[in-house]
């Protein structure tokens, strides 16, 4: 849901339970396409993880699933994303392109940061600072001290399991994970006082 909303951000906040629904197929979609385009190395990674040995065919299914969600959901939603759909679609075929071409750890760090991170970064430093004239620069200054210190957090956690099991990229997506709930959290709040 996070992913596909930052994705389909629109310049005034609607909330219906059809465009939450079209947010979620959507997010779920794009990671689909990242998890099909790298299929032994995704399976590989939640192995490490959870232990759990997920077949080709689930991602496979994962994907033509919520690619015919995102089409409908679309189509009932059409009035309020049309203005964004051209953009969205070629936004679409780099992603595609990306993901075919990279690692999975490339191809997941370029979405995440110039796709997803940044939007949401300048959409949050207008919301919190809106009378600064240079909000960006406010919010990179306070969430410094926060970034830096998940960042040793990481180089600790990677001396310390140096030695493991673990690959990197699946220590990688597990810090990720503990990083992105509780910013789903509070960008899923800070909507909703939007």
Not at 16 to 35: D, I, R
Not at 143 to 172: C, Q
Not at 177 to 190: K, L, N, S, Y
């Amino acid at each position: 849901f996070h992913f596909g909303e930052q994705q389909w951000h629109l310049s005034s906040y609607i909330s219906s339970l059809k465009l939450n629904l079209f947010y979620f197929a959507y997010g779920l979609f794009l990671f689909s396409l990242l998890f099909y385009f790298h299929l032994d190395q995704t399976s590989s990674t939640i192995y490490e993880i959870a232990s759990i040995q997920l077949p080709s065919t689930v991602f496979i299914f994962l994907l033509t699933f919520s690619g015919s969600c995102t089409l409908i959901l679309l189509l009932f939603n059409f009035k309020q994303l049309k203005d964004k759909l051209l953009f969205q679609f070629f936004a679409l075929i780099l992603f595609m392109i990306l993901f075919k071409t990279t690692s999975l750890l490339w191809s997941f760090s370029v979405y995440f940061v110039l796709w997803h991170s940044l939007p949401s970064l300048h959409e949050q430093a207008k919301l919190l600072y809106p009378s600064n004239k240079k909000p960006i620069t406010k919010f990179v200054r306070m969430a410094l001290p926060y970034w830096l210190l998940a960042m040793v957090g990481f180089a600790v956690a990677i001396y310390f399991f140096s030695e493991s099991t673990f690959s990197l990229v699946s220590l990688f997506f597990a810090f990720l994970a503990a990083i992105t709930i509780p910013h789903v959290v509070i960008i899923f709040w800070m909507h909703q006082k939007k």
